[in-house]
């Protein structure tokens, strides 16, 4: 999967920015990525403090650039930038201040095309990280909501097996609306790592075996996303036996064109979806890459404060492959 992303990176040079500079897991991943000659990194920090981290830590990175909020050339446009999006919301004196912070800063590089992508989250909280994306960034056109996805991958005898999951992290109990907005967005997504999208609904009920508004609302949110997107193999709603079994499908829902070979699950609530990913990850061997944020008019993607240089890297890529 890395790969692929590597070499399409390497023919579509990107720029990403990190807002923690001066992290080691940061500096780490992006002197590798500077070395494989994959993507630039923007590194937010004070320079002399970028640099002594980079030399205490014996992670080369030459080439990356370096921007001080506190010394940026071009921070009155960015200022008044900000105080536009920000209509009524923020006065000139919040803005500045909200600026000083790489999570703004880093966020508005991206919305004046400076960098391409953003990745944060090393010690920032997620939702300091997806604050500023929701209120600078904003909704793609035509997309009323921001959910997000994992990739999930492991090793099998014939080959890597992928998976796609969402909303496992952002939205805690979706209307089915955004239900059906957030599997449209997976299965794009899903898309971009080589997954033919096989999209399944999840639920307690197999196409009308169980009653409750919880269905209904799974029942509503399938129709939805079939007649937004009717170009993709959507059904639902599928007990997750039905989803991936092909024995259980003929059973249960014979004439299903995803039961028995899913292999994009959208789930009910947040509940559901982080148990699910959890459980493939702890129990079922799969690497977890995400949560990758869907929606948004650019890529902004958050790291766990746990994460490593590895997770970094990965991630790095991730985000910039949805540019």
Known sequence: MFD???????????????????????????????????????????????????????????????VDPATYENMEEMVSKMVELRKGKMTEEQVRDALKKGNYFGTMLVKMGVADCLLGGATYSTADTVRPALQLIKCKPGNKSVSSCFIMARDGKDGQELLAMGDCAINIKPSDDEMAECAIETAKCAKIFGIDPKVAFLSYSTLGSGKGEDVDKVRSATEKAKAAAPELAIDGELQFDAAVSETVAKTKCPDSKVAGHANTFIFPDINAGNIGYKIAQRLGGFDAYGPILLGLNAPINDLSRGCNAEEVYSMALITAALS
């Open 4 to 66: 692929k992303l590597v070499e399409k990176l390497k023919n579509e040079p990107k720029t990403i920015v990190f807002t923690e500079g001066t992290d080691p897991r940061i500096l780490e991943a992006s002197s590798r990525l500077l070395k494989e000659g994959v993507l630039t990194p923007i590194l937010i920090g004070k320079e002399d403090e970028v640099k002594a981290a980079s030399k205490e830590t014996g992670f080369c990175v030459d080439g990356a650039k370096i």
